[in-house]
Structure formats: C-alpha cells, structure tokens
C-alpha cells in the first residue's frame, strides 16, 4: 500500500491544497486527489483549497468545488501538491498547521520537506506523475485521468521538456487508455488564448530585448499596461515559453508587476545554466531548467540583478569545458 493509501485509510477528513498562482499540474494534483479520495474514500470529508484559476480548466471535475477562502473548517489530514515550501501554500497554509498529519507530493527539487510525510520525486515531470504512483491503477477514472493528464500535459510543455522521460509517456498511455479527450485538453487548456492573452504575448515579444551577446532575453510588462489589456498573471502563461524559443538564447526572463517596486519572474534555461539556483537565491525555486521568483526594484535592477548570476554561471561552464 503506498503512503497516500495508508494516510487515506487513517482519516476521516482532508484538506487539499497546492500552491498561489495554481496552473495546470497544481489543479490536476489537487483535483486528481479530490477526485479519487471522493470515488474510493467518500466517507471522508474532503475539500480543496486554491486561489482562483484561469477558467480555462473548468473541464476539471470538481473544479466548480474549488474553495477560495480559508474558511475555519478543520480536517484531520492535510494533503499538499505540487508546492516545493511553506510559503507557496499561501493563505490555506493554516489547513497544515491545523491538521493532525499530512503529506506532500511533489516533484520540485527545492521542496524543503514541511509536511510531516513526504513523497518527492525530484526526477519526476509533475507532481500529477507522482501521484499516478501514489494511486491504485485500477481505481482511476475517466475523471480522476483527465486531472492527471492536464498536470503532466502543462508541466512537460506537452511532452517536451527535458522532465518528460519514457515513464512520463508510459503514465500518459495509461491515462490515455481511461478515455481523456486529450486533443481537446491540450488544445483548450494549453494553446488556446483569448483575444487579450494574444495582444499581451504579442507586446511582450515586440519589446523584449536580448543581452549577454543574445545569449538571454527579457520582456517585463508593467502592471499599467496589464490594467491597459485587462490582463493578470494568469493570463499571462506562454509568453515565457516564446522567449526561451528565441535562437542562441539560452537564458530566457519573462516578468510582471505584481506591486510597486515589485516583479513576478519567470526564468527558463536552455542546456548550461541552472534557472533553480538562481531562483532560490532571490528566495524562490523550481526546477533547473524552468524557476520563478519574486524580486522587489526597478526592472533594470533585477535585470542586472539577474545577469550577474547567469553571467557567473556561464562562465564557470566556459571555464569547464
Ligand atoms: P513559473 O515561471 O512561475 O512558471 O515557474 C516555474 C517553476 O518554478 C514552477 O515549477 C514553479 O513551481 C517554480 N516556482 C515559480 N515561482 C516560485 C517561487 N516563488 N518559489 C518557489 N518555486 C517557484
Ligand atoms: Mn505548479
Ligand atoms: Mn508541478
């Protein structure tokens, strides 16, 4: 019996949680457990906890079910997704501190182990394809699948970041095989954009600017030109993945306002620099070709915050080969 399974059988409630900003693998993890604990465990208690989310994934089961707000319930059992520390819980955090035990799942190779259980699988390409082992194949559904797959679809870049290896593919056929509608998942929650989620990916591309003799790129978008579009973070998923296919870049920066003086980045490597080192000296994390963090200053300071690191790290690797 895996840890999940025996925390299962050992409780009669459980709060759900993942992280702030939740994208596609923390509402698959969260829902893909909601989900299975609701068919194979219904008489426990069982609610998630997420900020809100694009709506692009209301096809999720149990989207709609979703809770905003901490809400004085208390559960016995606290399971976390796809959250690397204690911070990224944000405000549900107290669900953990209330609770008698708990587990986190993830896959992050910062996770700081804050949960009294953890299953980390650092190699693994999101915290849905930990919880597919975490899971009893035979009680996954159609609606517990189409969770799993959307978190490992929207982690790998549709199967092709470097996280994505053979057991990736192996867990998705086995998904597949449940019956998801995976054109229509990939297409409606990955590519498909609305009008000013294409008009904010196009600006960002025409003023983005390369340094470092174009070996990185940068686009930072202002928090009165988010109010100009009408746009949030949310809206705002892909544009990194466009910079970091820029040719000869290998370091790709995309960031936004989130308060004066203050920026959410995004950071993407290509093959020499370690985008998770970077991160989590500014106090955030990830992985190491794919981090983000948030840095306070002007967007020339953290900039130039930024590049004194990736210049360090690419002249080490200089210096090694
Ligand atoms: P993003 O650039 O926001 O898409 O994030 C890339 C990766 O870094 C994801 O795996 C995130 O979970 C992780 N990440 C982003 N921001 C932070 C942060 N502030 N702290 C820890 N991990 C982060
Ligand atoms: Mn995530
Ligand atoms: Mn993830």
Redesign the pocket.
Known sequence: MTLLEQMLENTDSAAIIG???P?G??LGSTLGLYNYIRNCYPKIRAAVYLEEASDKFAYLKGFGEIRHEPDGESYRLCLCA????R??LGKFVCYLENAETSLCIDH?I?NTGYAAFQVVEPQASSACEVIFGQMDESRIDKSIAECLYTGIVH?TGVFKFSCTSPKTMEIAGKLMAKGVDFGNIIDGSFYRKTYVQNQILGRALLESITFLDGQCIFSAIRQNVMELYGVSGKDM?GI?DQLRLTEGVEVAI?MYQTGPQEY?????SQNKVD??RI??FF?????VR?????MSGSIHDVINNLSLHIEKQLKEQGEEE
């Open positions: 992280h702030v900003h994208d693998d923390c796809d959250s690397s520390d911070e990224r992050h910062t982690d998923d990194i995309f959410k980045v995004s950071l993407r985008a998770s991160a989590a106090g955030g994390g990830g992985h794919a981090a983000g963090c948030t």
